[in-house]
């Protein structure tokens, strides 16, 4: 059985930033999303963006539902974080067949800065990881990866 580091709070109104998944997740997620921002900041480029051109190397060329589908978030959010892409010309996005369907694909140029951004990628998961510990680290991504799987 796993040990605790404290005993586990009541679930008073006090307590939420104890007990609260949906807090402690938000405020790691931001904490992290800082360190990775900061890893990118030479390329003009955010995580959100980075991890997005990624997320696109595994689909390609995909259509906007199938990329909003693999990343769990909204069209209309990904139709909005994909136009600074496209107009840095990192992306491409045309009418597929179907003049309503959008298709996305990376450009030569968005090829090019995920190569020049994956050592600054590995130095950060290295530093996260020498930092949390590897088992832990490992650990979290699977549990992650586990509670998305049961909510989606």
């Given amino acids: 059985m796993p040990r605790r580091s404290k005993p586990a709070p009541t679930r008073s109104s006090e307590d ?16 992290v999303s800082q360190v990775y ?21 595994k689909v390609q060329p995909a259509t906007v539902q199938e990329l909003a589908k693999q990343l769990d978030v ?10 600074p892409l496209e107009k840095d010309g990192f992306l491409t996005v045309t009418r597929g067949e179907d003049q309503r369907e959008k298709r996305i694909e990376l450009t030569e140029k968005g090829t090019k800065i995920l190569a ?20 832990a680290t490992n650990r979290l991504i699977n549990d992650l990866r586990r509670l998305a799987d ?3």
Avoid: H, K
């Fill in 74 to 83: 909204e069209r209309t959010t990904l139709t909005r974080n994909l136009a």
């Fill in 16 to 31: 939420v930033d104890e007990v609260c998944l949906a807090f402690n997740l938000r405020r790691a997620s931001r904490l």
């Fill in 116 to 135: 020049e951004g994956f050592p600054a990628w590995c130095a950060i998961q290295d530093r996260i990881e020498a930092m949390f510990g590897s088992e």
């Fill in 37 to 57: 921002d900061d890893a990118y900041r030479f390329m003009g480029l955010r995580n959100t963006q980075f991890s997005l051109l990624y997320a696109l190397t």
């Fill in 150 to 152: 049961t909510l989606s």
